[in-house]
Nanobody, 125 residues
C-alpha cells in the first residue's frame, strides 16, 4: 500500500510560482513511477507531469512544458512539482499518483494505482 498526501497549493497571482509536494508512505515508494494530474471545475482530470522511479525520465503535458518541473527525492519519499509562470488556466485541484507498472502509459490516469486527496491551486489574473 502507498498513501499519498499533497501540500503546497494556494492562491497566487498570474506569473507567480508554487511548489507542490507529495509525501508518500510505504516502503515501495522508490520503485514507483509518479505522476501529477489536475482537474479544473467541470473538466476531466488531465495529465500534467510524470517521473520515472529513479528520476531519470520525465514527461510533461504540452500546456506546462517549460514552466513546470517534476522531481523526486527518494530518501524523503517525496515528489515535487515546481510551477512557474502560472496562468489562470492552471487553476485546478492537483493530484499526485503512484504507478506500479513503470512509465508505460504514463498519460493514462487509469493506469495509476494510488492517489492523493488533492491540493487546490488558484491563479488569479
Amino acid at each position: 500500500q502507498v498513501q499519498l498526501v499533497e501540500s503546497g497549493g494556494g492562491l497566487v497571482q498570474s506569473g507567480g510560482s508554487l511548489r507542490l509536494s507529495c509525501a508518500a508512505s510505504g516502503r515501495t515508494f522508490s520503485s514507483n513511477a509518479m505522476g501529477w494530474f489536475r482537474q479544473a471545475p467541470g473538466k476531466e482530470r488531465e495529465f500534467v507531469a510524470h517521473i520515472s522511479w529513479n528520476g531519470g525520465t520525465t514527461y510533461y503535458a504540452d500546456s506546462v512544458k517549460g514552466r513546470f518541473t517534476i522531481s523526486r527525492d527518494n530518501a524523503k519519499n517525496t515528489v515535487y512539482l515546481q510551477m512557474n509562470s502560472l496562468k489562470p488556466e492552471d487553476t485546478a485541484v492537483y493530484y499526485c499518483a503512484a504507478k506500479l507498472g513503470g512509465s508505460v502509459g504514463y498519460r493514462n490516469l487509469r493506469l495509476y494505482d494510488y492517489w492523493g486527496q488533492g491540493t487546490q491551486v488558484t491563479v488569479s489574473s
